[in-house]
């Protein structure tokens, strides 16, 4: 009788059997990463509140009457463009592209040359 009794117990559903991978706890669904500086923030910084929020820039250059810093990613280039209103150098417009210089989404560029360690706006 004890063997019939161990002969349905292995007979219960995966999901009832103690140890199964079907009882283990399920994760919790992860909301996706925003990235910590939002572009709309970006417009109107100066180049040190810039500087704080993302870091160094991989190239400046200046195209008069505007200066440009290059963000590199793996998998993109964020330029930002300042221009002098008040006095001083301020963001007036941010563009991003693939390697290939193909456009890419402004928001995911920026969350990938974003890194852990630079400010947050």
């Known amino acids: 009788m004890a063997a019939f009794g161990l002969m349905v117990a292995g007979c219960a559903p995966l999901s ?8 283990a706890p399920q994760p919790k669904a992860v909301a996706p990463r925003t990235p910590q500086v939002q572009p709309a923030k970006l417009i109107g910084m100066d180049m040190p509140r810039l500087q ?3 870091g160094l ?3 400046t250059r200046h195209e008069r009457p505007a200066q440009i810093w290059q963000y590199r990613s793996a998998n993109c280039v964020l330029d930002v463009f300042f221009y002098e209103e008040a006095g001083a150098p301020r963001v007036v417009h941010l563009e991003a592209r693939d390697r290939e210089a193909r456009p890419a989404a402004l928001e995911a560029c920026l969350a990938e040359v974003v890194a852990p360690n630079r400010g947050r706006v």
């Open 52 to 54: 704080t929020a993302l």
């Open 57 to 59: 820039p991989s190239v």
């Open 16 to 23: 009832e059997r103690a140890g199964s991978p079907d009882s």
